[in-house]
T-cell receptor, first 115, second 109 residues
Framework: GENVEQHPSTLSVQEGDSAVIKCTYS??????FPWYKQELGKGPQLIID?????GEKKDQRIAVTLNKTAKHFSLHITETQPEDSAVYFC??????????????FGTGTQLKVEL | DTEVTQTPKHLVMGMTNKKSLKCEQH?????MYWYKQKAKKPPELMFV???????INESVPSRFSPECPNSSLLNLHLHALQPEDSALYLC????????FGPGTRLTVL
Protein backbone atom coordinates (compact mmCIF):
# COMPACT_ATOMS: atom_id res chain seq x y z
CA GLY A 1 0.00 0.00 0.00
CA GLU A 2 0.85 3.68 -0.12
CA ASN A 3 3.31 5.11 2.39
CA VAL A 4 3.79 8.85 2.88
CA GLU A 5 6.72 10.21 4.86
CA GLN A 6 6.61 13.78 6.13
CA HIS A 7 9.39 15.96 7.58
CA PRO A 8 10.00 17.71 9.86
CA SER A 9 7.66 16.61 12.63
CA THR A 10 8.00 20.00 14.34
CA LEU A 11 9.00 23.35 12.86
CA SER A 12 9.46 26.62 14.70
CA VAL A 13 9.96 29.86 12.73
CA GLN A 14 9.97 33.56 13.45
CA GLU A 15 7.07 35.63 12.19
CA GLY A 16 7.77 36.76 8.64
CA ASP A 17 10.12 33.85 7.86
CA SER A 18 9.35 31.07 5.40
CA ALA A 19 8.41 27.50 6.32
CA VAL A 20 8.96 24.40 4.20
CA ILE A 21 7.47 20.96 4.79
CA LYS A 22 8.50 17.98 2.68
CA CYS A 23 6.76 14.73 1.85
CA THR A 24 7.66 11.59 -0.07
CA TYR A 25 5.19 9.01 -1.38
CA SER A 26 5.68 5.48 -2.65
CA UNK A 27 2.68 4.54 -4.84
CA UNK A 28 2.96 5.57 -8.50
CA UNK A 29 -0.84 5.30 -8.76
CA UNK A 30 -1.24 8.34 -6.50
CA UNK A 31 -2.22 11.26 -8.71
CA UNK A 32 -3.50 13.98 -6.42
CA PHE A 33 -1.73 15.60 -3.47
CA PRO A 34 -3.70 17.80 -1.03
CA TRP A 35 -2.36 19.62 2.00
CA TYR A 36 -4.46 20.09 5.13
CA LYS A 37 -4.13 22.44 8.07
CA GLN A 38 -5.58 21.26 11.37
CA GLU A 39 -6.05 23.58 14.32
CA LEU A 40 -6.58 22.23 17.81
CA GLY A 41 -10.03 20.70 18.26
CA LYS A 42 -11.00 21.15 14.60
CA GLY A 43 -11.20 19.01 11.49
CA PRO A 44 -8.53 19.17 8.76
CA GLN A 45 -9.00 22.09 6.39
CA LEU A 46 -7.78 21.92 2.80
CA ILE A 47 -5.31 24.73 2.09
CA ILE A 48 -3.88 23.81 -1.31
CA ASP A 49 -3.66 20.82 -3.62
CA UNK A 50 -1.82 19.74 -6.74
CA UNK A 51 -2.45 17.15 -9.42
CA UNK A 52 0.19 14.87 -10.84
CA UNK A 53 0.27 16.61 -14.22
CA UNK A 54 1.29 19.92 -12.61
CA GLY A 55 4.71 20.79 -11.17
CA GLU A 56 3.89 23.84 -9.09
CA LYS A 57 0.90 25.74 -7.78
CA LYS A 58 0.68 28.98 -5.80
CA ASP A 59 -2.09 30.65 -3.82
CA GLN A 60 -1.03 33.92 -2.18
CA ARG A 61 1.51 33.01 0.56
CA ILE A 62 1.21 29.26 0.00
CA ALA A 63 2.84 27.20 -2.75
CA VAL A 64 3.19 23.51 -3.45
CA THR A 65 5.74 21.79 -5.69
CA LEU A 66 5.64 18.25 -7.03
CA ASN A 67 8.50 16.17 -8.42
CA LYS A 68 6.70 13.16 -9.84
CA THR A 69 9.90 11.38 -10.87
CA ALA A 70 11.36 11.54 -7.38
CA LYS A 71 7.93 11.15 -5.72
CA HIS A 72 8.52 14.27 -3.63
CA PHE A 73 6.16 17.13 -2.90
CA SER A 74 6.60 20.15 -0.68
CA LEU A 75 4.60 22.94 0.96
CA HIS A 76 6.07 26.43 1.12
CA ILE A 77 4.58 29.15 3.32
CA THR A 78 6.07 32.63 2.97
CA GLU A 79 5.74 35.61 5.32
CA THR A 80 4.49 33.39 8.12
CA GLN A 81 2.02 34.78 10.64
CA PRO A 82 1.04 33.56 14.12
CA GLU A 83 -2.28 32.32 12.75
CA ASP A 84 -0.34 29.89 10.54
CA SER A 85 0.53 27.94 13.70
CA ALA A 86 -1.17 24.53 13.40
CA VAL A 87 -0.53 20.92 12.39
CA TYR A 88 -0.06 20.44 8.65
CA PHE A 89 -0.69 17.11 6.93
CA CYS A 90 0.35 16.17 3.43
CA UNK A 91 -1.55 13.40 1.68
CA UNK A 92 -1.33 11.26 -1.44
CA UNK A 93 -4.58 10.24 -3.09
CA UNK A 94 -5.60 7.67 -5.64
CA UNK A 95 -9.00 6.86 -7.09
CA UNK A 96 -10.84 3.80 -5.80
CA UNK A 97 -12.34 1.42 -8.36
CA UNK A 98 -15.68 1.50 -6.58
CA UNK A 99 -15.72 5.31 -6.47
CA UNK A 100 -14.24 7.79 -4.06
CA UNK A 101 -10.60 8.45 -3.30
CA UNK A 102 -8.21 6.90 -0.81
CA UNK A 103 -6.07 9.42 1.02
CA UNK A 104 -2.88 8.33 2.73
CA PHE A 105 -1.72 10.98 5.16
CA GLY A 106 1.77 11.91 6.22
CA THR A 107 2.53 11.91 9.94
CA GLY A 108 2.02 15.65 10.32
CA THR A 109 4.15 18.72 11.05
CA GLN A 110 3.50 20.94 14.06
CA LEU A 111 4.29 24.46 12.85
CA LYS A 112 4.82 27.18 15.44
CA VAL A 113 5.21 30.78 14.34
CA GLU A 114 6.80 32.85 17.06
CA LEU A 115 6.47 36.59 17.48
CA ASP B 1 -21.61 25.65 0.39
CA THR B 2 -18.43 23.65 1.11
CA GLU B 3 -19.49 22.51 4.55
CA VAL B 4 -19.68 19.09 6.13
CA THR B 5 -21.57 19.11 9.43
CA GLN B 6 -21.29 16.57 12.23
CA THR B 7 -23.32 15.99 15.36
CA PRO B 8 -22.78 15.79 18.23
CA LYS B 9 -19.59 17.78 18.79
CA HIS B 10 -18.79 15.82 21.95
CA LEU B 11 -20.02 12.43 23.18
CA VAL B 12 -19.30 10.55 26.37
CA MET B 13 -20.54 6.99 26.56
CA GLY B 14 -20.17 3.87 28.65
CA MET B 15 -19.05 0.56 27.25
CA THR B 16 -22.60 -0.82 27.28
CA ASN B 17 -24.21 2.16 25.57
CA LYS B 18 -25.48 2.44 22.00
CA LYS B 19 -25.03 5.80 20.30
CA SER B 20 -24.84 7.22 16.78
CA LEU B 21 -22.72 9.86 15.09
CA LYS B 22 -24.28 11.85 12.27
CA CYS B 23 -22.81 13.60 9.24
CA GLU B 24 -24.43 15.70 6.52
CA GLN B 25 -23.26 17.38 3.32
CA HIS B 26 -25.14 19.30 0.63
CA UNK B 27 -22.37 19.65 -1.95
CA UNK B 28 -23.71 16.86 -4.15
CA UNK B 29 -20.68 14.72 -3.39
CA UNK B 30 -21.20 11.03 -4.11
CA UNK B 31 -18.47 9.70 -1.83
CA MET B 32 -18.55 9.96 1.96
CA TYR B 33 -16.04 8.76 4.51
CA TRP B 34 -15.50 8.02 8.19
CA TYR B 35 -12.04 8.58 9.68
CA LYS B 36 -10.72 8.05 13.20
CA GLN B 37 -8.02 10.33 14.59
CA LYS B 38 -6.07 9.78 17.80
CA ALA B 39 -4.17 12.61 19.45
CA LYS B 40 -1.05 13.75 17.57
CA LYS B 41 -1.69 11.23 14.76
CA PRO B 42 -3.01 11.58 11.21
CA PRO B 43 -6.59 10.54 10.40
CA GLU B 44 -7.07 6.83 9.71
CA LEU B 45 -9.63 5.69 7.15
CA MET B 46 -12.45 3.52 8.48
CA PHE B 47 -15.16 3.38 5.79
CA VAL B 48 -15.86 4.72 2.30
CA UNK B 49 -19.33 5.01 0.80
CA UNK B 50 -19.71 5.63 -2.92
CA UNK B 51 -23.17 6.27 -4.39
CA UNK B 52 -24.65 5.20 -1.04
CA UNK B 53 -22.95 1.79 -1.13
CA UNK B 54 -20.15 0.69 1.17
CA UNK B 55 -17.04 0.37 -0.97
CA ILE B 56 -14.26 0.21 1.61
CA ASN B 57 -14.19 -1.23 5.15
CA GLU B 58 -10.66 -0.97 6.51
CA SER B 59 -11.05 -4.03 8.79
CA VAL B 60 -12.95 -2.01 11.35
CA PRO B 61 -14.37 -3.97 14.35
CA SER B 62 -18.08 -4.74 14.12
CA ARG B 63 -18.83 -2.56 17.12
CA PHE B 64 -18.68 0.28 14.55
CA SER B 65 -21.54 0.06 12.04
CA PRO B 66 -21.84 2.63 9.24
CA GLU B 67 -25.05 3.54 7.46
CA CYS B 68 -25.75 5.78 4.47
CA PRO B 69 -29.51 6.56 4.42
CA ASN B 70 -29.22 8.84 1.37
CA SER B 71 -26.68 10.75 -0.67
CA SER B 72 -26.41 13.58 1.87
CA LEU B 73 -26.32 11.66 5.14
CA LEU B 74 -23.86 9.30 6.77
CA ASN B 75 -24.22 7.71 10.20
CA LEU B 76 -21.87 5.73 12.39
CA HIS B 77 -23.59 3.48 14.93
CA LEU B 78 -21.60 2.64 18.03
CA HIS B 79 -22.16 -0.30 20.37
CA ALA B 80 -20.09 -1.95 23.08
CA LEU B 81 -17.12 0.32 22.52
CA GLN B 82 -13.85 0.07 24.42
CA PRO B 83 -11.92 2.90 26.12
CA GLU B 84 -9.28 2.68 23.38
CA ASP B 85 -11.97 3.73 20.89
CA SER B 86 -11.87 7.21 22.39
CA ALA B 87 -10.82 9.54 19.57
CA LEU B 88 -11.91 12.30 17.21
CA TYR B 89 -14.24 10.84 14.55
CA LEU B 90 -14.16 12.75 11.30
CA CYS B 91 -16.61 12.62 8.43
CA UNK B 92 -15.62 13.74 4.95
CA UNK B 93 -17.16 13.95 1.50
CA UNK B 94 -15.69 14.31 -1.97
CA UNK B 95 -15.92 14.41 -5.69
CA UNK B 96 -12.09 14.38 -5.80
CA UNK B 97 -11.03 16.70 -2.99
CA UNK B 98 -12.01 15.51 0.47
CA UNK B 99 -13.72 18.09 2.65
CA PHE B 100 -13.78 17.25 6.34
CA GLY B 101 -16.29 18.06 9.01
CA PRO B 102 -15.30 19.41 12.44
CA GLY B 103 -15.42 15.97 14.03
CA THR B 104 -17.07 14.36 17.05
CA ARG B 105 -14.87 14.05 20.13
CA LEU B 106 -15.79 10.64 21.58
CA THR B 107 -14.85 9.52 25.08
CA VAL B 108 -15.59 5.93 26.14
CA LEU B 109 -15.61 5.36 29.89
Amino acid sequence: GENVEQHPSTLSVQEGDSAVIKCTYSDSASNYFPWYKQELGKGPQLIIDIRSNVGEKKDQRIAVTLNKTAKHFSLHITETQPEDSAVYFCAASRELTGGGNKLTFGTGTQLKVEL
Amino acid sequence: DTEVTQTPKHLVMGMTNKKSLKCEQHMGHRAMYWYKQKAKKPPELMFVYSYEKLSINESVPSRFSPECPNSSLLNLHLHALQPEDSALYLCASSQVTLFFGPGTRLTVL
